[in-house]
């Protein structure tokens, strides 16, 4: 079956995506805590890092949903 590999790597995304979407809530939450600076700044770093990741694997998802739906109706 010639979308097995697309259908896998799509499950792989939304999987990356739902981790991310995990990390990205947890971030927030100990953004709206009273924090170090220094700790503001890592915390906001690594949002920033989660939020790009996140555009991306969600970019990738597209490219595969489009992918399979071409070939099924090929």
Known sequence: DR??????ELEQV??????????KQDLEAALSQPLAPADIAAQGKR???????????????LELSEAIETASAA
């Open 47 to 61: 949002l920033k890092g989660v939020d790009d990741e996140l555009a991306q694997a969600e970019g990738r998802w």
């Open 14 to 23: 939304e999987k990356r995506m739902a981790a991310l979407t995990r990390e």
């Open 3 to 8: 979308l097995r590999p697309l259908k896998r």
